[in-house]
């Protein structure tokens, strides 16, 4: 599975960065601060699965990311769960979201599912 990370804290790229480096059958092909280049770095390497932080204009990126890849599976990180926000982006074609206070271990879950 390829994998693109999108999150506006540095922390949290890097830390993925290194749990995912253990997992042979996900190979991360981006890490990203940013929507712009979240979508950008999407037309590229066509990522199976997006992770998309909740900060990064999430209905306007995941509608990009759609338009651009439309294949591409986008789940929503976010600390507050179901919000309105979260909903839109669902409605704009996000596969689902991860809650970060679920830890590392829902983090896989999710992605593996897809």
């Known amino acids: 599975m390829r994998l693109l990370i999108a999150d506006s804290d540095p922390l949290i790229l890097r830390s993925l960065k290194?749990?995912?480096?253990?997992?042979?059958?996900i190979e991360i092909v981006g890490l990203i601060a940013d929507s712009a280049d979240a979508v950008e770095m999407c037309i590229v390497e066509n990522?199976?699965?997006?992770l998309l932080d909740y900060r990064?204009?999430?209905?306007?990126?995941?509608?990009?990311?759609?338009?651009?890849?439309?294949?591409?599976?986008?789940?929503i990180s976010t600390f507050f769960?179901?919000?309105p926000e979260v909903q839109k982006a669902m409605?704009?074609?996000?596969?689902?979201?991860?809650?970060?206070?679920?830890?590392?271990?829902?983090?896989?879950?999710?992605?593996?599912e897809i």
């Open 18 to 25: 290194i749990l995912f480096a253990s997992y042979s059958d």
């Open 47 to 50: 990522p199976d699965v997006v």
């Open 56 to 75: 990064l204009d999430i209905v306007s990126t995941t509608r990009q990311i759609k338009a651009q890849c439309p294949n591409a599976q986008i789940i």
């Open 81 to 83: 769960g179901i919000t």
């Open 91 to 112: 409605n704009a074609g996000a596969k689902g979201y991860i809650v970060k206070a679920d830890g590392v271990l829902g983090v896989i879950e999710k992605i593996c």
